[in-house]
């Protein structure tokens, strides 16, 4: 059987070792940090994720799909939180039934680090840290930081405290799932015609904690909350503790100018989220903006995925994106799935089926960057415009006529697996029609005004286009 | 005096080491291959260089201005090259005297190089290879791969035949001048909210040389030599040793298609460019792509230029673009000129000159990368539509009407040292007249014919418009 090494154990590199342990590949997972499962707290990443059908698909073909999403809040509709802290308007995801899954990062990344694990042929190590890859003898580089400390024996050197040994691995298939800031991809970037770019949008994040209200959720937890404020914005998603993560969006600039310190932050809050302020309490903002500074946000492209024979990258080492459309690890999911399919074609021939991989994957993978980088625009702006909102009606209601034919944009990116690049094909033969049908609207309403006014002008026996 | 750090002693880097010198600072230039002086054949780049306003300027600013134009061959016109191999159009570049000058890079380099060392507080370091840079200690990474071999003495260890030690330098100022692969860059790509994208375009270029003929140049040496075929296209600059260096810019999927047997690439440069065919010859052609592979073309951006308080990258580090408006070594000069005169400004604030030189230069090297992305289309296609001509020949017509005023694209970026940034906005100016101007023109002429004939039919006693 071939050995496939997966560079990082996070979401993407533990369900890459879920399907390979299925293929009864030799698993190999190196991963900087400790195991998950042993740690009192995990630094880094946002807690919450939006699981949907892309997610759900990969998670059903390793076995794991109704146990996640059992795990996890569904949420049905986006509410947005007017600024007057009382009212609200709802948008409802997609059909009756349509929802996403509100799940929490790390208990997702366990399960499938214990899944995958249950097979004898997969081996994880952790402190491993990947420096870099060789592509031409199709090796990797890892640096072990495990501490040992052993008792000296009479005349050896003293205790080692820490093993940095490098270790040169090789493998049939070398898989980096390590993330937005990939080492693997770092030691790519001479890679002859390889292509790649890094943005840093003008915003930041930072998260905060609303906590349950007399051993219930503080707010209705079958949603995504929204309180969109034109630059900036908030979001709050429901855990499964009765808890939510709320997640506050602005340009780095705003957080400077107006919550750089207490007063100004909880003024900023009490103003511009009435209902939410109270919720989170002043304490709690206050003291989680001294602590915790803005988190920035990547977008990240590259092509090829691929790099000769055996390297390849999936998940945010190969398309990080902005979180705005809730695919970031949706993509990444079904990036395994999508090489799945690919190695069940070409079971014998790793080369082409990486190149295979990236002639596939590498638009789609382009186009929910781009996607979810506008749907920040939706997200923080748009959902309070009217032409925005009778889009989405029409939308709907023509879906409702027509299921199969007429799906809206959000229920093709988050309710089917149709190829993201597909998606926006599809939106854009949506728009023209809808423009032609607007044109009729129109042409319609202006020969009907005529044929009113020639008719009455008829009536009273003028020429009918004096009067105007 | 402060002490700068240059990584790279290549076109950029040299000219740098020349400007602190002058400044009385103390300099050390690293740089990975031998001292180029020494060496028999310089591997890599390509040889030929047009040197315009700019990279004069900068060469003025420390002196070598004179020399180096002395040692160049001026060029004042393209001259295109039509498919029968006899007819040529000719475009002069600008004004009656206006001109660039082709240069050798080995030699502009290497005198620079000993204009730098002509101080004594100016040091080289050939093979000595840059890894990386630490923001927060302002110092670099260096590794010597001198040869050292010595005779050891009884007891010691064999001959060391590569000292390879690693040392890490701290200087007030690093400038990164390590071309388009830019070790130090690499090493910053984590560097928060760093914006980077490298793109490599689907050309790909082979360089050729067409020797003297009877010892005098074998074809017209003071003009830019241009066979533009659409998709590909061939160009020739002298040199002053009375060759030319030939090169073809075309698709990877071309040089496949149709220059991957010796057969074929006789055939297509025969059928394509039937005059440069002659003047090459068969066997330098087919000997020269059996050797060498089309080398890519990237071009490469990033934000900021600046890193921390001591940090910069400049040239090719910065900015690699595309070839096609021979801009690359003009910018990396100027870069050298923008930052001396904004250390002046701020002689000692290092940390706010970087600032500054971020914010003033990053547009502009954005602008004329992409200006050199779009000039591809004009020199393999463009050059051939009327439309271009026209207007080619509208904007030198204005320009001698109003010298001040209206200076055609071209000339702005090549023979002025307005600001990239700025030589766009008036572009655009430019359009919005023409386009009026246009406008004025077509109203101009259905005015006209509707009057005369109206006049017409008033002289045949007709209603005027009935007959149209």
Redesign the interface.
């Given at each position: 059987m071939p050995t496939v090494i997966i560079a990082g154990a996070g979401l993407v590199g533990a369900l890459n070792a879920c399907f390979f342990a299925q293929r009864g590949w030799n698993v190999q997972v190196y991963e900087y940090r400790k195991d998950i499962r042993t740690m009192a707290h995990v630094q880094g990443r946002s807690i919450n994720l939006a699981l949907s059908q892309r997610g759900k698909s990969a998670l059903e073909a390793v076995g794991l799909r109704e146990y996640i999403v059992n795990q996890g809040v569904p949420m049905y509709a986006r509410l947005v939180h007017n600024k007057d802290g009382k009212t609200y308007s709802r948008q409802p995801y997609g059909r009756p039934g349509e929802h996403i899954v509100s799940i929490n990062r790390r208990h997702l990344n366990e399960v499938m680090i214990t899944q995958a694990e249950k097979c004898p042929n997969v081996k994880f190590f952790f402190e491993h840290k990947v420096k870099n890859v060789d592509v031409d003898k199709g090796s990797i580089t890892v640096q072990s930081l495990a501490k040992v400390s052993r008792i000296p024996r009479p005349g050896q050197s003293p205790p080692r405290t820490e093993d940095t040994t490098e270790q040169t691995i090789q493998g049939d298939l070398i898989i980096a799932c390590d993330g937005a800031?990939s080492a693997v991809r770092?030691s790519l970037?001479?890679f002859?015609?390889?292509?790649?770019?890094?943005?840093?949008i003008e915003h930041g994040y930072v998260e905060l904690n609303i906590l349950p209200k007399s051993d219930e959720f503080a707010l209705e937890e079958n949603v995504f909350h929204l309180w969109p404020r034109g630059h900036f914005t908030l979001i709050a998603l429901a855990n499964k503790d009765k808890t939510f993560t709320v997640t506050i969006f602005a340009p780095f600039a705003e957080f400077e100018k107006h919550m750089s310190n207490t007063t100004d932050v909880l003024n900023f809050f009490r103003e511009n989220f009435p209902d939410a302020y109270e919720l989170l309490g002043r304490d709690h903002i206050a003291d989680t903006f001294s602590r915790v500074k803005p988190q920035?946000l990547i977008s990240l492209k590259c092509a090829p995925h691929h790099f000769g024979d055996n390297i390849l990258l999936m998940g945010d080492a190969a398309h990080a994106m902005v979180p705005f459309y809730g695919q970031g690890m949706n993509c990444g999911f079904e990036d395994c799935l999508v090489y799945s399919d690919i190695l069940n074609q070409y079971p014998m021939d790793i080369p082409r089926s990486l190149k295979e991989y990236s002639r596939v994957r590498v638009k789609d993978a382009h186009t929910i960057n781009d996607l979810a980088m506008y749907n920040y625009e939706e997200l923080r702006d748009l959902v309070n415009h009217t032409s925005y909102k009778l889009r989405k009606k029409f939308d709907m209601w023509l879906n409702r006529i027509m299921p199969e034919t007429w799906i809206p944009l959000y229920s093709m990116v988050t309710f089917s697996r149709i190829p993201y690049s597909k998606v926006v094909e599809n939106r854009r033969w949506q728009d023209k029609i809808v423009s032609r049908f607007n044109k009729i609207i129109c042409t319609s309403t202006v020969v009907g005004v005529i044929a009113v006014a020639s008719f009455a002008a008829y009536r009273q026996k003028i020429p009918p286009f004096n009067k105007f």
């Open positions: 800031y770092r970037m001479t002859p015609r390889f292509n790649y770019s890094q943005e840093y920035p």
